[in-house]
């Protein structure tokens, strides 16, 4: 088995290692070639990021390189986990495209810092802001680097979408660094959500930060023991974990239309969940209750004061977002509703958006679906060819 080549960047330097993880595991098993990166952003977080390198072979032209970004509770994995035959990785690997899967910080293989432990509450104190405006640019920079390319091409799915819409709401600068971008099951406003979980959650945020502080969890839904000796193992019918596979299973063939291959769950269940901060819940949260797409509200004037300026939370400027962006929704995904995308699109006025709408896919279907690869996927992939 091949081991997986580490590039550590620590501050200006470049140290070399070997490492050998399971989304390596995982990519190597479908007959890919996997490296390991390690990316370190300007608040000190040191990220892990995967890329699966185009195929070696003469026939392959040279590409701009693809950015796969996952959702909340996922990871890399996400991408990977339903194998050579469906997985957008994959899909995009067979094609000639240079494959690169960030973790965001906080996930199983991202949990490093310059000065922090993950064991230290400070090491949890951020949302999916940070995420967008701190790990996306370092990754971003960090694939252009190493491919001596100026644009890539950016898939997100879910969290993934609301990171993008951060940085470039932020960094508006960062538009030239993108090709092509597609937005899967995209979130922004939450308004609308059918989620009954979620609506529970945003219904009572006090109670909930203060049940999270007596408890003191600043990290939630962290890879187990059990979760990381592999999803085959959790969802053997002689053990009582197969009660978890049996009820994801159940709840995901109650919320899609399509054909379910019930092998998928013990591979998603290798690397998912992955681990989030309780700011990324709470802020999410937030989206829920106000109707708007806007930053981390501290619930206190003084505070949002002293953090922005302002007694309440700026919301993001997506007038600065200038690109061509595919959204791509499901009419049965009870997180990324239909009146919510579309509020989406009207904001975005400054770019030119082609919506979507997937019948009969849910929240997931955009990364397990076996007919993703048909039904969304090949669009992608000739939107970025032609591009090329």
């Known amino acids: 088995m091949r081991v997986c080549l580490v590039y550590m960047i620590l501050g200006y330097g470049l140290q070399f290692a070997f490492s050998l993880d399971a989304i390596c595991r995982i990519v190597q098993r479908n007959r890919a070639e996997c490296e390991v990166h390690r990316v370190q952003t300007v608040d000190g977080y040191q990220l892990t990021v995967q890329r699966i390198p185009p195929p070696r072979n003469q026939s392959c032209p040279t590409l701009q390189p693809f950015v796969l970004m996952h959702g909340l509770i996922g990871s890399a994995g996400d991408f990977v986990a339903a194998g050579r035959a469906s997985a957008l990785a994959f899909q995009l690997h067979a094609r000639c ?24 509450p400070a090491f949890w104190d951020f949302s999916w802001h940070e ?4 790990d996306l640019p370092a990754i971003v920079e960090h694939v252009l680097a190493v491919t ?6 950016y898939v997100g799915h879910s969290q993934g979408t609301t990171v993008l819409l951060v940085l470039l709401a932020q960094r508006p600068d960062f538009n030239a660094r993108f090709a092509s971008v597609a937005l899967l099951a995209p979130i922004a406003y939450l ?83 992955a681990g989030i901060s309780r700011g990324q819940l709470l802020h999410f949260g937030q989206l829920i209750n106000s109707g ?97």
């Not at 001596?148 to 091409?153: A, E, Y």
């Not at 279907?365 to 690869?373: E, G, R």
């Open 97 to 120: 495209f240079d494959v690169w899967l960030p973790n965001a910080r906080g996930t199983t293989e991202s949990r490093r810092h310059r000065t922090l432990s993950a064991r230290q």
């Open 191 to 273: 308004q609308h959500l059918s989620s009954p979980p979620l609506r529970l959650l945003a219904s009572d945020p006090a109670g909930v930060t203060l049940l999270l502080n007596q408890l003191g969890l600043h990290e939630l839904l962290p890879a187990t023991p059990l979760s990381q000796v592999g999803g085959q193992f959790i969802c053997s019918p002689a053990l009582p974990t197969y009660a978890l596979c049996t009820l994801l299973t159940s709840l995901y063939v109650g919320f899609s239309e399509y054909p379910l291959d019930r092998s998928i769950f013990p591979r998603i269940l290798e690397t998912t969940p």
């Open 148 to 153: 001596g390319q100026r644009q890539l091409h």
């Open 292 to 388: 708007k797409f806007q930053q981390y509200d501290y619930s206190s004037a003084r505070l949002n004061s002293l953090r922005y300026g302002q007694a309440t939370p700026p919301t993001y400027q997506l007038e600065n977002v200038r690109l061509n962006l595919m959204l791509f929704y499901g009419n049965r995904d009870a997180l990324s509703s239909r009146r919510d995308v579309q509020h989406l699109v009207r904001e975005l006025r400054n770019s030119r958006v082609k919506l979507y709408q997937v019948r009969g896919y849910n929240h997931i279907d955009f990364l397990y679906a076996t007919t993703a690869p048909q039904m969304i996927y090949e669009r992608i992939i000739q939107h970025a060819r032609h591009i090329n």
């Open 131 to 134: 995420i967008g405006v701190y």
